[in-house]
């Protein structure tokens, strides 16, 4: 079964609480989005293998460490998922951007494709998939399954705010999936958004509604 880890840093815990107000408008909505996931970012690239590496300072040689093992690259789910791609790309500057164009029926709740563009080499690479919410987990499951059927094996998933119906669709669809959270609400009302949730990441980052 996937790990599930729900990342308790109180910078974290802190802009996440600030951008829930429906006080805050889409300038700062954006720039917050993007510094909680630079936050998130550092935390699920804990385990990133290091190898040494010889270095000449001004002073002497020594040995360092670098990052080895698998290239990385970020996938956001559109349009919210683009929110988070600056701030990982902050911590992770190598990293290639691939990007998967699903949004949710207003009826039916179910995900619906509408793009999907990724690196060439992206089934070599450790995969990244960033969407700020994960609500019913239709479009997370969605999105992983055509990463997998593009030949993806490792892949963790990432998002600010989680309703648990998501968080176990998902485990049971993606067992081999690590989920990196930010907040696990409590759950879905009626239309399926997340209680108490920051209301639609998409309109908030972008303006629109
Ligand atoms: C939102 C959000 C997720 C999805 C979560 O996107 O960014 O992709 O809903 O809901 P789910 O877990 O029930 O699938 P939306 O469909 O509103 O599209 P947008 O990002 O273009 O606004
Ligand atoms: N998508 C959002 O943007 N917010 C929710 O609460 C649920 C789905």
Same mark, same amino acid.
């Given at each position: 079964m996937s790990k599930v880890q729900v990342m308790d840093h109180p910078l974290?815990?802190?802009k996440i609480s600030y951008i829930r107000s429906e006080e805050v408008g889409s300038k700062e909505f954006r720039e917050i989005v993007g510094e909680i996931a630079s936050l998130m970012c550092y935390e699920a690239t804990r385990d990133l293998k290091l190898e040494d590496v010889r270095i000449k300072t001004p002073i002497c040689?020594?040995?360092?460490k670098q990052l080895s093992g698998k290239k990385l690259a970020?996938?956001?789910?559109?349009? +919210?998922?683009? *929110?988070?791609?600056?701030?990982? @790309?902050? &911590?992770?500057?190598?990293?290639? #951007?691939g990007h998967i164009g699903l949004y949710r029926d207003p009826e039916t709740y179910e995900?619906?494709?509408?793009?999907?563009?990724?690196?060439?080499?992206?089934?070599?690479?450790?995969?990244f998939v960033v969407?700020?919410?994960? +609500?019913?987990? *239709?479009?997370?499951?969605?999105? @992983?399954? &055509?990463?997998?059927?593009?030949? #993806?094996?490792?892949?963790?998933f990432m998002c600010i705010i989680a309703a648990p119906e998501g968080v176990k669709r998902l485990q049971e669809a993606h067992p081999d999936v690590d989920i990196y959270i930010g907040a696990l609400d409590d759950h879905l009302n009626e239309h399926k958004y997340i209680v108490p949730g920051l209301g639609d990441a998409g309109d908030r980052i972008f303006g629109t509604k």
């Open positions: 974290i815990q802190h040689e020594m040995v360092g970020v996938v956001p789910i559109l349009r +919210a998922g683009l *929110g988070m791609v600056d701030g990982m @790309l902050n &911590m992770i500057p190598s990293a290639k #951007v995900p619906v494709e509408y793009y999907c563009k990724l690196p060439s080499d992206c089934d070599e690479r450790e995969v969407d700020p919410m994960l +609500a019913t987990g *239709g479009s997370c499951v969605a999105a @992983l399954q &055509m990463l997998k059927d593009k030949g #993806v094996k490792h892949m963790r």
